[in-house]
Nanobody, 121 residues
Framework: QVQLVESGGGLVQPGGSLRLSCAASGISFSLFAMGWFRQAPGKQRELVAAITRGGTTNYADSVKGRFTSSRDNAKNTVYLQMNTLKPEDTAVYYC???????????????WGQGTQVTVSS
C-alpha cells in the first residue's frame, strides 16, 4: 500500500519560511520522481516543484528563487523549503510520486493527503 504523508504546514506571516516534508512508504522511493503541487480555493491544482530520481529540480515560475525541493533517499523523504512566503502561496500542498520525462515534464502516479499552508499577518 502506497502512502505519502506530508507534514510541516501551518500559519506563517508574509516573508516567513516553512519546510514541508513528505514521507513515502510502499514504493521504491529512489525509483520515483517526486512532485509538489498546490491548490488554492477556487483554483486548479498546479505543479510547484518536481525533483527527478537523480535530484534535478524544476520549479514553477511563481516560486523560483524562493522554494527549494530536495530528497533523502535513505529516509524515503522529499522536502520543500519555502522562503519569503507570500499571501498568494496560501494553498493546500500535496506531495506526489511519479515519473519525469525531460520531453514532457512530470506526471504524478500517487498522492498524499495534503497539508495546509496559510500565509497571513
Amino acid at each position: 500500500q502506497v502512502q505519502l504523508v506530508e507534514s510541516g504546514g501551518g500559519l506563517v506571516q508574509p516573508g516567513g519560511s516553512l519546510r514541508l516534508s513528505c514521507a513515502a512508504s510502499g514504493i521504491s522511493f529512489s525509483l520515483f520522481a517526486m512532485g509538489w503541487f498546490r491548490q488554492a480555493p477556487g483554483k486548479q491544482r498546479e505543479l510547484v516543484a518536481a525533483i527527478t530520481r537523480g535530484g534535478t529540480t524544476n520549479y514553477a515560475d511563481s516560486v523560483k528563487g524562493r522554494f527549494t525541493s530536495s530528497r533523502d533517499n535513505a529516509k524515503n523523504t522529499v522536502y520543500l523549503q519555502m522562503n519569503t512566503l507570500k499571501p498568494e502561496d496560501t494553498a493546500v500542498y500535496y506531495c506526489s510520486a511519479g515519473r519525469y520525462y525531460y520531453s514532457g515534464g512530470y506526471t504524478p502516479d500517487y498522492w498524499g493527503q495534503g497539508t495546509q499552508v496559510t500565509v497571513s499577518s
